[in-house]
Structure formats: structure tokens, C-alpha cells
């Protein structure tokens, strides 16, 4: 149930981040073709523990306006596992 409830909040959260994703003018870079889109703290297991939340977009040039893809990298607080989605649906 925890599993569930983690990936469900992990999907609402990437749906707004995505929203805001595409209202950005500014992106900063990560470095290659995959920029920074957003990151924030935010406790998504409910382990009292704040987790990282990272949006990355990938584009050709940097003076591109639309991003080809992205992905959203989530690391937990307490492990500090790292857990990488790719929302194929865009």
C-alpha cells in the first residue's frame, strides 16, 4: 500500500510540475541536451523526510521553446535512492 500510495503521489506531483514545465521561459542547464527544469523538496512517502524532486527536458539547441521529452527523477530522503520515470504519454 505504501508503494501505491507513493507512486500515485509521485504522479500527481509530476503532472504539476510538468504543468509548470511548460508555462517556463528560463530553464537552467544541466549540461549536454538535457536541461533543468524544476527541482523542489517535497515529502512524497510520508516518512517525515523531505525528498528531491527533478524535472529534466531534453531539446536540441538551447534557444528552443518546446522540450522532446522529459524525465522526472525522484530520490528518496532517507535512502537516498534514486528512481528515474519517463512519462511516455507526452
Do not use: H, W
Amino acid at each position: 500500500m505504501k508503494r501505491f500510495k507513493f507512486v500515485l503521489s509521485l504522479f500527481f506531483i509530476a503532472c504539476i510540475v510538468i504543468f509548470i514545465a511548460y508555462n517556463i521561459k528560463g530553464t537552467n542547464s544541466s549540461g549536454g541536451k538535457s536541461f533543468l527544469i524544476k527541482d523542489l523538496m517535497y515529502d512524497i512517502n510520508n516518512d517525515n523526510l523531505a525528498d528531491k524532486i527533478e524535472l529534466y527536458g531534453k531539446k536540441n539547441n538551447v534557444d528552443d521553446n518546446e522540450f522532446l521529452s522529459f524525465e522526472l527523477i525522484a530520490t528518496d530522503g532517507d535512502s537516498q535512492l534514486k528512481r528515474k520515470f519517463s512519462p511516455e504519454f507526452l
